[in-house]
């Protein structure tokens, strides 16, 4: 077996990359020390997080000389994502922290607004293409990987001897670095399913196993050549893949058991002809049903833990072994959501919102979903002048892990007015008109798992999640919830307008039709589904091919 060691200073899902390797048969054997790092045969950096906080921990770890000069010697190394940016002087995200200073120049925040024109959802967040000519990535050519960050490493004449790929999002920037032995990918590989494995062996087998790192230019594919105006061929640039996602509702039955279960307007229970409460609808176990759904093709999987706003989730034992063992088997990025919060214990306890995300994504999750807190926390910005205050769960989350962890789950249900002008809420015309005819709605917040209803608008939440620093959003719908009649494509594009982030359109999918009609109408590039899949009505296969047939990227 392989033997390997990895640097986990305490942040983020480290557990992916742990069972990414036990899937490639490695033994793992973890950093505790800077002799250690010394010792090490390959070393395995897979950073997350924020620049700042992550090069804090690495301080307090006594372990930055240690990492630094192990690089420099170009020994085999491995890191992934921030691990990748940390190599470098510095980073705009934190100014004043100096980087490991390996690799020249300064990482920095995507332009919303590129030279190549157009706009930009930030963070980065998908599959997208990688394009180089190494031999390394000779099985990737037609393929994506799976990205999440807000900052980026560019190409620059210091550092052009450094870069294996590029991937072009607005502008081009580096995807990974190779110099000898020493490998780092912008990129989650244990996130990028069987290609993301591969290349991982590949790295490990350069590596470990006395396969030489090859500087022979490979003679790329043709489908990724294109000619340029002054004759030679270059590769073609990369495009972002339009997400398909398949969520679970898990929660206990009246038997106590942990199931997927399906809302019809949030109602989960089947319908009852004797006037008693109707059973909650089992869909079936949720270990399975992720596997199931990672081997037909999602993209990513969300689990909605949908009664623990009543619970203690940071010690729900139950969730937290559906996630680990979800982990061990499934290599795209999984989300969980319900229950992040502070909250006190029936022991008097407390927790924080910080300690629950830490203790979801020590279980193997990769991003969390939060949606009465967020809301709380929205009324509150706007209270207090659009402010931040820096004790939110979205703001202390978002600083230790990164605001590419945070998603932000909004439960809208219409409100039908007369007309376009309220005093206190955003309001648009509606094609669909309310029950009296009216013309116009606003979309107004609920917690609770839409039980509550607050005096609060979806428009307003959204502004204040994005300046307090979450780094997607989740939009769901109660109206449109098991209807299979569409998604409700007014509020998708309100919110898509007001926002730069990632917007996922969640609630109504019944056909194929719909996801291509949500892609070619607003400008989400993420569709969720969960009824249609767990019943076999529609199959995502069936939804990429419908995609692709259409002109949608997808990933395949």
Known sequence: MPE???????AGNVRSIRNALHALGCTIIDIKKPEDIEDAKLLIFPGVGAFGAAMKRLEEFKLTDALRSYVKARKPFLGVCLGMQLLFEGSTESPGVKGLGVVPGIVSKFDAKPKSGGMLRIPHMGWNGIRGDDALLSDTGSKEVYFVHSYRAVESPENKDWILSRTDYGDPFISSIRKGLVFAMQFHPEKSGKTGLELVRKVISVCLCGNKPSTKMLKPKTNSMVESKEGPK?????????RIIACLDVRSND???LVVTKGDCYDVREKSTDGKRGHVRNLGKPVKLAQRY???GADEITFLNITSFRSTPATDKPMLKVLEETSKNVFVPLTIGGGIRDYKDANGKMWTALDVAGAYFRAGADKISIGSDAVRAGIEWWKNGKKPTGKTSIEQISYVYGAQAVVVSVDPKRVYVNDSKHPKHSVIKTTKPGPNGEEYVWFQCTTAGGRKGEDFDVAALVVAMEALGAGEILLNSIDCDGQRQGYDLELINMVCNLVTLPVIA????????HFSELFEKTTSQAALASGIFHRKQVAIEAVKKHLQDTKHPVRY
Request: proline share 3%.
């Open 294 to 296: 990672y081997v037909e």
């Open 4 to 10: 390997v060691h990895l640097l986990d200073y305490g």
């Open 506 to 513: 969640s609630s109504g999918a019944g056909t194929p039709q």
């Open 234 to 242: 270059t590769l073609r640039k990369t495009k972002m893949c339009n």
């Open 255 to 257: 038997d106590g058991d």
